[in-house]
């Protein structure tokens, strides 16, 4: 079932058994973002696919890169580009509109961007498949440059959207297997500060991590055979 943020502060009060309003409301909602996007991170670290989203775009011809949060584009930033696919066409991914997998490189890797003078593919004339690389500022260059427009598939995540009314729901609804912990990391955020038990901060991390991993490997360790017949 998916909570919303009213559900989140109900939940972390009942079990911090609170009495009255001892909690500011601004306090308990930016603790409660907190939390959220504490687990945010930790499923994505774990399963992106969670979060996940594919988007088509075209990237131009003789363009060294294209900002991703530009409205032609993915008109966001990114929290994380997980692959770049070419298509052979504009258009959703069809059986004959399939997505090649590009290479990805790291941003600081030159010999994939800057042409190296021994490189000896220059003067053979031999192809260099495409790669790609996303800078710091969430820019997605493509290499060798294209000399014509190419259509790309990208598999990417958003960054976290803040919980601010009451009828928001936690993660926009999804991975909804994952709202009770953000209700135990709200918990035990709150019970910290109230405590002052600093040290605790430190222990919420590793046990996150436990229960999404167990939960994760329980998911993916389903029996082959749904059913076997008696007889």
């Known amino acids: 079932m998916s909570l919303t943020l ?14 009255g309003e001892f909690w ?3 306090q308990v909602v930016r603790l409660a973002n907190m939390a959220a996007r504490v687990v ?6 774990i399963d992106a696919t969670h979060f996940s989203q594919r ?12 900002a991703l949060s530009g409205g032609s584009y993915l008109n966001a930033s990114p929290y994380r580009l997980l692959g770049v696919s070419e298509l052979n066409s ?21 010999g994939g961007y800057a042409t190296r003078i021994n490189d000896p593919n220059i003067h ?4 260099h498949p495409r790669q790609w690389f996303l800078d710091g500022q969430h820019n997605l260059y493509v290499v060798p440059m294209p000399q014509s427009a190419i259509h790309l598939y990208l598999r990417w995540i958003p960054h976290y959207t803040a919980l601010s ?4 729901p936690v993660f926009a609804g999804k991975a909804p297997e994952f709202h009770d912990l953000v209700v135990a990391v709200l918990t035990r955020l709150m019970a910290t500060k109230e405590r002052r038990m600093s040290e605790e901060i430190a222990h919420i991390t590793e046990w996150l991590q436990m229960e999404i991993r167990n939960s994760e490997r329980h998911r993916s360790q389903q029996p082959k055979i749904r059913y076997e017949s008696p007889y």
């Open 6 to 19: 009213a559900d989140l502060k109900t939940l972390a009060k009942d079990l911090l058994d609170e009495k």
């Open 24 to 26: 500011p409301e601004a």
């Open 40 to 45: 945010h991170r930790q499923i994505i670290s």
């Open 55 to 66: 988007t088509t775009l075209t990237y131009p011809a003789d363009t060294e890169s294209i």
């Open 90 to 110: 504009a258009g959703p991914v069809t059986t004959s509109n399939q997505p090649t997998e590009l290479e990805r490189i790291d941003a600081l890797e030159t």
């Open 124 to 127: 053979t004339g031999l192809w």
């Open 165 to 168: 009314s009451d009828s928001d």
